[in-house]
Structures are given as structure tokens and as C-alpha cells.
């Protein structure tokens, strides 16, 4: 599971949600928390670079006293950073915090509302997302709005709580969804299967039919006591399918795993997933083994 984890703040709302939810990451132990303060054009901070600086060690410390009343069942140990970078990028300085903590998954805000207004938007989440050897969760919210759709808004879904799971039936899609079923929180799966390739409809019809029996084995392997599953299959592009099932069923996360092949694959390393995360406004967890950044 993810006993160490890597908490990129902003102080914006979305930081004080992913506090929220926290303490549902299976397998914590700790928390290592990085804000990172691009001083890399004058412009951006200026003269309050000194007490803007002073003013975030601050908050870190109060973040970490609140993490560690926060009553985890482990207990946790808080790692505060506050990185001032004046070469490079914020995207590069998550990383090199990622490796040299040797955390199992870096957690980090959709977007954020802060005087460096890049920090964790799109070109940072999908630098992280590319180029991470470890899992990355990208939390959604929206705090304007207090509906059903925004993460961890609703107190009675918890975020490992209701699971989509596309799959390829890749080897890393069915590793993948063997990590999620190891959660105990997770009480229900959604598989998803889309179908990209096929030219007619006689191949379409064939396509569904040997992945409805793929998918009917792999409920079998799932459905429990404790666990429950189901599964979609769709025709068309894999984007819309993949937020139009998010929203039908009102998952809780989106799981997917960082290799694959077909649209899986460009899902992850190309705009596809890029796609998801910008428009769906539920998190997305993206599994990675160490082992598995490692393949060509």
C-alpha cells in the first residue's frame, strides 16, 4: 500500500480537502509535506520573497501539528519542507522530493488558487503524471460547490469507497486492479471496458462478446462478502466513456493503471488522460511500481 506519502500543498481550499481525506489513504504511515516557493522570476514574489517564505514555514508547521491530531490508527511522522527553487521547476522539485524521500505516492491538488498561479495546474500535474516513478493521485474538488460530484464532499463516500477501473486486460491493467481489490475500504468495483478498434459492426458485436466474458471472469474473481462488482462495456472514445461512467455509477475514485497498451497506453502518456484529469471532477489515482518505471 502507500505507507509514505508526499503531500504537494498550495494553501489553497483544495490543500484543506486533501487534508480531509488524508487519513483514507490505505496504508499510511507518513506524510511528508512539500510547498514549493518559485522564486525563479523576481517578478513573481518580489520583495516579499523573505516574509512570504517565513510566513509558509508557518503554515506548514501548522499543517503538520494538524495531521498529527488528525487520529490516524498508525501513527504518523511529518516530514515538513518548504523548497525555495530559483532554477528549474516546480514539477521538477515535487520529483526530486518524490525520489529522495522514497515516497509510494504523491498526492496533489487538480489546481490551486495562490500567488504563483502555475503551481499544481495542468503543466505540473501532467509533468508529475509523465514522468513519476512512483503513484500519483490527482484530487478534484470544487469549493464553490457542495454536490455529489465533488470528492470527499459527501461525508458518506469515502475515496476508496466506489472504485472505476478501466481495463485493457493488460498485465499492468490486471495488476492494477489486483492493488485495488487489496484495499479493505474498497466496497465496490467498476469495471470498464472500451472498445476503440473494431472498423464494422460485425467486429464491434465480436469485440463486445469477448470482452463481456473477460469481464464476467473477472467479477467472479472479485465479487465477495465484503466486495462487490460490476462492469460496463462501451463503444467510442475512451475519454467520454470513462467520465460518463464516473458520473453514472458516482464513483468515489478512478483508478487506472500507468501501463497498458492501446488506448490504455495513450491514455497515460498521451492527451487522453490529460483529458480525464482536466475535466473530471473526481480523483484519479494512477499506479506505478517502481519495478514497472523501470520497462522501456
Known amino acids: 500500500m502507500f505507507e509514505k506519502v508526499l503531500v504537494a500543498l498550495d494553501f489553497s481550499a483544495y490543500s484543506q480537502k486533501i487534508f480531509d481525506c488524508i487519513s483514507e489513504i490505505p496504508g499510511i504511515q507518513e506524510v511528508v509535506l512539500l510547498h514549493v516557493v518559485d522564486a525563479t522570476s523576481p517578478s513573481k514574489l518580489g520583495w516579499r520573497t523573505g516574509p512570504y517564505i517565513e510566513n509558509t514555514k508557518l503554515l506548514m508547521a501548522e499543517k503538520k501539528e494538524a495531521l498529527e491530531h488528525l487520529g490516524f490508527k498508525v501513527r504518523v511522522r511529518v516530514d515538513v519542507i518548504v523548497n525555495v527553487i530559483t532554477q528549474g521547476t516546480v514539477s521538477q522539485a515535487i520529483l526530486e522530493a518524490a525520489e529522495t524521500h522514497h515516497v509510494s505516492l504523491i498526492i496533489m491538488g487538480a489546481r490551486g488558487i495562490n500567488p504563483i498561479q502555475e503551481i499544481l495546474l495542468g503543466s505540473v500535474s501532467s509533468t508529475v503524471l509523465r514522468q513519476a516513478k512512483t503513484s500519483v493521485l490527482v484530487m478534484h474538488f470544487n469549493p464553490e460547490r457542495e454536490d455529489s460530484d ?17 481495463t485493457d486486460f493488460s498485465p499492468s491493467a490486471r495488476d492494477a486492479l489486483s492493488f485495488i481489490k487489496a484495499i479493505p475500504s474498497v466496497k465496490e468495483i467498476i469495471l470498464l471496458h472500451v472498445v476503440t478498434r473494431a472498423e464494422s459492426q460485425p ?23 465484503a466486495l462487490a462488482a ?13 467520465l460518463s461512467v464516473a458520473k453514472e455509477d458516482n464513483v468515489s475514485l478512478i483508478a487506472m493503471s500507468a501501463y497498458g497498451t492501446a488506448w490504455f497506453r495513450e491514455m497515460l502518456v498521451g492527451s487522453t488522460t490529460f483529458t480525464v484529469v482536466r475535466r473530471t471532477r473526481r480523483p484519479v489515482l494512477v499506479i506505478r511500481s517502481r519495478q514497472e518505471h523501470e520497462k522501456p
Do not use: N, W, Y
Open 150 to 166: 465533488a470528492a470527499c464532499d459527501t461525508p458518506r463516500q469515502e475515496l476508496f469507497s466506489r472504485v472505476l477501473v478501466p
Open 203 to 225: 467486429e464491434i458485436e465480436a469485440a463486445v462478446r469477448e470482452a463481456q466474458a473477460r469481464l464476467t471472469e473477472m467479477k467472479k474473481e472479485l465479487d465477495g462478502p
Open 230 to 242: 460490476k462492469s460496463h462495456i462501451r463503444v467510442g472514445d475512451p475519454t467520454e466513456m470513462t
